[in-house]
């Protein structure tokens, strides 16, 4: 029987459905992707009015003050002298899960930030992983489909999930990661909060740099057992929503101080790895941790649903100072986080007071559509540029021009010296205590041995065996004797 050939919705045939188009190898991702835009934005419209992904959240106010001077590397304003406090709304959230799903799952987390600055809303989308099972926005709405909810069995089901990390090697590391201690925090107050993604920092005198978030918790990392998660589960499953909000009500005010790796623009492309690469991290003796600022939450919202559940993030929202990098997956959100918000709330969501900016006033064209609040009406101009003293452009780019060369075309990933799928899933193995390493092994063997299908099995086994040996073949002789009760 022939291979079926996968084709977008107009009955093309799709040339390839792992690596987006690209300007040159390694560049940002091309708009004409037809294919890339059309999975994307159908993905957007697949779920209402729940997010369809990150759906079950919690929030709260806070601010942000700056303690360390980092004005040599970004003349965003909000960071610009210490001392300086910004509002903000932070949200957390479990990934796969409905609305109704629990709190004290093995899931990623959440970690979305919305700062409102002088300069407009800077908003930053990361999780509670410094990395993410695949590198490509292309491949991310398969992945979440073999997460989600089956649609025969109405649950996530064993063969979906392992089938689908079978076929993407650089999961290995975030799988790890899931798998291990920190797969199950005990709340969100006890966990840590990365950008996860490369951004780009451009200081006042235009010299760029990369950088990587780290929002270290205050309260100390802690986390639960697989047992311990089901438990909770089952006594409260709004755990964590709980601990969030009664914490604040009490007083006890919740913090993380915020680091950043700065990596200087020219080292990436000579750096031994891809520094855009989703699925790794920068080792801390590459580039070490710097210290920014505190992170304070300290008053809950009046209403989830109208500030938590209409709250919008957008990484594509920057302020002058800060930009986007390479980093295709982060590029794919540019796109697909706003896409998903003018869907799910409407093309005025940014009216909405959760995510309207509190240190300034938008001031721009945008008029009428659904659910619109500012009337614009009598003579105000809609366009631009016009005579009548509306806004105009400053000129002024937000951050650094990324450089470009090479074809347009689907590209793999640019190849650096070290680039490697497991090395550092195999790191991250070696760093366990024996303790660490059997909870993981149990973890992982526990759903692995319920995939129905043995080349599955062997294609996930391969890949522990490949970041490292005994990790491997500890996965495969629990799997065994799990597959023989």
């Known amino acids: ?35 890339l835009l059309e999975k994307l934005a159908r993905f957007n419209r697949e779920r209402i009015p729940e997010r369809v992904v990150h759906a079950r959240g919690s929030g709260a106010y806070g601010h942000f003050e700056v303690t360390d001077d980092v004005t040599a590397y970004t003349h965003a304003a909000f960071l610009g002298e210490i001392g300086k406090r910004t509002e903000v709304f932070a949200r957390f959230s479990t990934v796969a899960d409905n609305l109704g799903g629990a709190d004290a799952v093995r899931d990623p987390r959440g970690f979305a930030l919305k700062f409102y600055t002088e300069e407009g809303n800077y908003d930053l ?109 089952g006594k409260d499953p709004n755990s964590h929503q709980t601990d969030l909000l009664q914490a604040i009500e009490r007083g006890v005010h919740p913090s993380w101080t915020l680091y950043a790796q700065i990596m200087p623009a020219a080292d990436a492309a000579e750096y031994r790895f891809n520094p855009f690469d989703l699925t790794k991290v920068w080792p801390h003796r590459d580039y070490p941790l710097q210290r920014v600022g505190r992170l304070v939450l300290d008053r809950n919202p009046d209403n989830v649903f109208a500030e938590v559940e209409q709250a919008a ?33 409407g093309v005025n969501h940014t009216q909405l007071a959760v995510n309207a900016p509190r240190a300034t006033t938008a001031d721009n064209y945008g008029r009428d559509g659904l659910m619109a609040a500012n009337s614009q009406g009598r003579y105000a101009k809609n366009y631009e540029p016009n005579s009548y003293d509306g806004p105009a452009e400053t000129g002024r780019p937000l951050a650094a021009p990324l450089p470009v060369t090479g074809h347009t075309g689907t590209h793999a990933a640019p190849q650096h010296t070290k680039d490697d799928d497991f090395y550092q899933a195999g790191e991250l193995y070696r760093l366990m205590s024996e303790e660490e390493k059997r909870r993981l092994v149990a973890n992982i063997s526990g759903g692995l041995a319920q995939v129905s299908r043995d080349d599955v099995i062997e294609k996930n086994l391969a890949h522990f065996h490949a970041a490292d040996p005994e990790y491997g073949r500890r996965v495969r002789e629990a799997v065994e004797a799990l597959r023989e009760d």
């Open 125 to 233: 989308v990361g999780n509670n992983t410094p990395v993410f099972f695949i590198k490509d926005p292309l491949k991310f709405p398969d992945f979440i489909h073999s997460q989600k909810r089956d649609p025969f069995t109405g649950k996530q089901e064993p063969d979906n999930v392992w089938d689908f990390w079978a076929h993407a090697p650089e999961a290995t590391h975030q799988v790890t990661w899931l798998m291990g201690d920190r797969g199950i925090p005990a709340s969100y107050r006890h966990m840590n909060g990365y950008g996860s993604h490369t951004y780009q920092w451009t200081n006042a005198a235009g010299d760029a740099f990369f950088v990587k978030y780290h929002f270290k918790t205050n309260q100390g990392i802690r986390c639960l057992s697989t047992e311990q998660a089901q438990e909770l589960a």
């Open 313 to 345: 993030f957008s990484p594509n929202n920057f302020v002058p100072g800060i930009g986007p990098s390479a980093d295709k997956m982060l590029q794919g959100r540019l796109f697909a986080y706003a896409d998903a918000h003018r869907y799910r709330l």
């Open 1 to 35: 029987m022939s291979q079926r050939v996968l084709t977008t919705e107009s009955g093309a045939p799709v040339a390839d459905n792992q690596n987006s188009a690209t300007a040159g190898v390694g560049g940002p991702l091309l708009l004409q992707d037809q294919h």
